[in-house]
């Protein structure tokens, strides 16, 4: 099928270029060369040339734009209706997507639209050599495992874990740009926005040390001293950051932009002080890959030691003070 | 305003907080043994029942708990009752085991619409046992109405939901006039806890049953996820040196000469 492709759905941030797209772009170039079949990506949005343009040189042979006033802010009723479209008249073998909110809500529903199963949260994409499906690896049971998944129809949807795949790197060839008319209904919308509210980006992937809270705090009070704790380390590393595993949120102790794991960031800093947690695995995944990892919890059989480098087991209240007040001292005297 | 019908959608799963190394790979019948882990209600599920009890606090109305599965356990789910939901139904069935999400929202749809009518489903963003995040969204789809992924909080007021759907760089608040489907985060909160009266009044509430012939479900239709394999994860653990000290608070200046070697 001549016009059949691996379509990568391009992500934009702050109406910039979300650099994570190239990671599609390397994955899909690869499934593409496989499969022997064109490599496109898709963007969607109100004013989109610039980005098309940037992204063609990434070695896609297509750009698809979907340019549309209404298209400008996500609602994901409208971006699933152009993207059917999309699909209906391309007829893309794979569809990739970022692991986002946003992509695996728009995912979903396409997905469904096509009779088609969607695969979220990817990390590991292969072409099955006998039935030229796709091979969908993912982390189930909070990264217990990893489960490889195949199903059949098309198109085949997945979105795709972010950091994981090699990003695609500038070519010589540019690829064609392929201006595509949307056609949306605005009364199809049915959800109505009312407000949008943003809330302090904390890019706690970019951290140096991050200084991280669970249950075992006890409260709000117990980040007090977490908070201390990091900005004695300031004095030290550039990025100190304070991190809280899921039940911090739930209990309402801390924001989730603080929130690291499975449903929060995942990082990996030089220092990972974990303190009060407890080391569900689905915490452990989002922070095992940190350099040094320094656990403090007062009951010794906590899995988060079974991950850690150094292990204090006490009470972190009076732990971490002495730590901080030893670590200035010592800061001093080097000083 | 009539009484306000919440249902909310919830599943059985193994504890997703267990201890690291709990799942096991059983290659040999190609699944996942979870036989270790106690069964727990999925917490996102426990954040949208939690929803819909606050807004049954506020408004009034009636929170109907729906769950998918084969030979759940009563005795997990019952917990809904206790904190305040008003009816369980079990929908049973062997071919529901591990059905995958499409499948599962077929059964819930049909469910849902052989109910008494309804005005907002809930359902947790995703469930911790394979994080596929799908199930509230196609269930949406496939009952036709609003829909809104991932609530930090949720409100009704004149018969249409306002929802704080979180977006990559803070929230944006939504409405939509009712009924309509909304997937509910762990920012909304963690669960009440049940009063001691209440757990006592919940071991007598009818628990109902309802089989795939009542849903009007055709067992052979229902699909599981499609494994080639499982893999092992990468191995996470280290060995862990364990700072020593007479008293914490040696331990932690103890804790803070090492770090300073390392990190200068």
């Known amino acids: 099928m001549p016009n059949s492709c691996v379509l990568v759905c391009g992500n934009v941030k702050d109406r910039i270029l979300d650099e994570r797209t190239l990671e599609l772009v390397g994955a899909g170039k690869e499934l593409a060369d496989n499969l022997n079949v064109e490599l496109a990506v898709v963007f969607l949005g109100d004013e989109i040339d610039g980005i098309a ?4 040189a990434f070695g896609v042979d297509k750009v698809y734009k979907l340019a549309h006033p209404l298209l400008g802010t996500v609602s994901p009723e409208l971006w699933v209706k152009a993207l059917q479209d999309l699909c209906k008249e391309i007829d893309p073998k794979i569809v990739l997507m970022l692991h986002l909110s946003t992509w695996s809500d728009i995912g979903t529903r396409l997905a469904f639209r096509f009779d088609s199963v969607l695969t979220t949260d990817c990390v590991d994409l292969k072409i099955d050599a006998i039935d030229g499906l796709l091979l969908r690896t993912k982390p189930v049971y909070g990264g217990s495992a990893l489960a490889v998944l195949k199903y059949e129809g098309f198109p085949q949807f997945v979105t795709v874990r972010p950091h994981v795949m090699k990003a695609a790197h500038r070519e010589a060839v540019k690829g064609r740009i392929v201006d595509i008319s949307v056609d949306i209904d605005p009364s199809a919308v049915k ?6 509210v943003k809330e302090e980006a904390l890019a706690l992937d970019k951290a140096n040390v ?3 809270g669970g249950r075992g705090m006890g409260g709000p009070e117990g980040f007090e001293e977490l908070e201390s704790l990091a900005e004695s380390l300031r004095q030290s590393f550039d990025e100190v950051m304070i991190g809280c595993s899921r039940p911090a949120v739930d209990s309402g102790w801390m924001t989730s932009n603080h929130q690291i794991g499975l449903s929060g960031a995942m990082v990996q800093p030089d220092l990972y002080i974990a303190v009060g947690i407890s080391g569900a695995i689905q915490h452990l995944v989002g922070m095992a890959r940190s350099r040094k990892i320094v656990a403090v919890n007062s009951d010794a059989n906590s899995s988060i030691f079974s991950v850690a480098d150094y292990g204090v087991v006490d009470d972190f209240k009076k732990v971490i003070p002495a730590l901080k007040t030893t670590w200035e001292e010592l800061g001093r005297e080097k000083a | 305003m009539k009484r306000l019908k919440i249902v909310v959608c919830v599943k059985e799963i193994p504890d997703p907080e267990a201890p690291l190394g709990s799942a096991k790979i059983d290659p040999e019948n190609n699944r996942m043994d979870v036989s270790a882990l106690r069964r727990v209600i999925n917490p996102f599920d426990e954040n949208a029942l939690e929803a819909a009890l606050r807004m049954k606090d506020e408004i009034g109305g009636e929170v109907t708990v729906l769950s998918v599965g084969y030979k759940q356990d009563p005795s997990v789910l019952r917990k809904t009752l206790a904190v305040g939901a008003d009816r369980l139904i ?7 085991e ?11 749809c049909r469910a849902i619409n052989k109910l008494d009518g309804y005005d907002l489903v809930l359902a947790g963003r995703q469930a911790g046992d394979w994080d596929s995040g799908q199930t509230g969204i196609v269930l949406g789809e496939m ?3 609003p829909t809104v992924n991932l609530a930090r909080n949720v409100r009704i007021e004149n018969h249409h939901v306002f929802v704080e759907k979180i977006v990559p760089d803070g929230y944006e608040e939504v409405e939509a006039a009712l009924p309509a489907l909304v997937t509910v985060s762990n920012e909304v909160g963690g669960l009440r806890f049940p009063s001691m009266k209440m757990i006592l009044l919940s071991r007598r509430h009818p628990i109902e049953n309802w089989k795939a012939e009542e849903v009007e479900v055709h067992s052979e239709k229902m699909r599981k996820p499609a494994i080639v394999h499982f893999m092992p994860s990468p191995d996470m653990t280290r060995v862990c040196e364990f700072i020593e000290g007479a008293s914490p608070d040696e331990k932690g200046q103890n804790l803070a000469r090492i770090l300073r070697r390392e990190f200068g």
């Open chain 2, 143 to 145: 009952l036709g109405i």
């Open chain 1, 191 to 196: 959800l109505k926005s009312v407000r949008t």
């Open chain 1, 53 to 56: 343009e940037e992204i063609s």
């Open chain 1, 210 to 212: 991050i200084v991280a």
């Open chain 2, 98 to 108: 591990d059905a995958d999400t499409l499948s599962t929202a077929h059964v819930l």
């Open chain 2, 90 to 96: 079990l929908l049973e069935d062997p071919s529901f």
